[in-house]
């Protein structure tokens, strides 16, 4: 069970660096590690940099820049500040210290590196506290595959993860769907947002967000959304858009997007196209598949 929840998780990342290879202009220095303790899997490396050729997260060394990852278990053990904590808290492929760890501090290295995090299970008391000990790191990639406490709603990413590009939530099928409050109160005020995905989440858009301008790719799938708001036109840089298993019925807020090249609205309540014109130039792809659609426009 351990080996395919480490595959997962090397898998998950290898995703979020093959989008980073391309836009690699500066090599760095890199303290290399894989370290384990405590809830936490810790990975840092780059080319130059990479772990011991016998570390299975040897792969998620492709990058020029440093970067690591952070995976965060159901074991997680933090605890709040005291007057004893180890100078060294995480060494590579070491035994981790007895001592858990400061939340508020967590003393991971490369502090200047992009940081990516995975939370593969939720402690309603712990996470919130080790979010704000991540505050002063760069966290640029952001994942969330766990059930969520009814207090999700009233955290606010854009407080403790300022320069996040990529953000996912993805809440297991078999739960009931959570309510993670308004988007705007949630992760609204992150100006470099360039990805976001909501699977199995039902929320509110709420006013309009920093990250308008600067997304890219949107995935809502599985979600009581109806309609979409006004300002959801004027993101014009959105490339990819897909809205699957929601409510909603029209297109004319997306029809306006002009940067669309993918669109999937999958499995909605979409019911007449009627006057309705894709604006985009650029759109190779569009599917309405499992719809109410009955009447087409002509062009």
Known sequence: MFK??????????????NGLENNESRIDICEPIHAQGHGINLVCCNRAFPVTPDCQFRPLCRTEFCQCYVTVSSDLRCHLQTSFQPDVLWTDHTPPSTFPFDCFNPGFPNPAADYSLILTAFN????????????????????????????????????HFPYLKSLSIKVPLEEPRPFIGDLYNLFGNLPHLEHISLFHVNFEFGAEPKW????????????NISILPKWFSFSKNLQKLTIRKTKLESTLI????????????????????????????????????SNLVRVFKDR
């Open 254 to 289: 997306i029809s306006q997007l002009k940067a669309l090249i993918s669109l999937n609205l999958e499995q909605n309540m979409i019911g007449d196209l009627h006057g309705i014109l894709f604006n985009s130039k650029n759109v190779t792809e569009i599917s309405l598949k």
């Open 212 to 223: 308008l301008k600067s997304l890219i790719r949107f995935h809502i799938e599985n979600s």
């Open 4 to 17: 395919i929840f480490l595959k997962f998780i090397i898998i998950g990342f290898i995703g979020f660096i």
């Open 124 to 159: 309603r008391s712990l996470t919130p506290l080790l979010f704000t000990g991540l505050t002063s790191y760069n966290v640029t990639s952001f994942s969330i595959q766990s059930n969520l406490p009814d207090t999700f709603q009233y955290l606010n990413f854009s407080k």
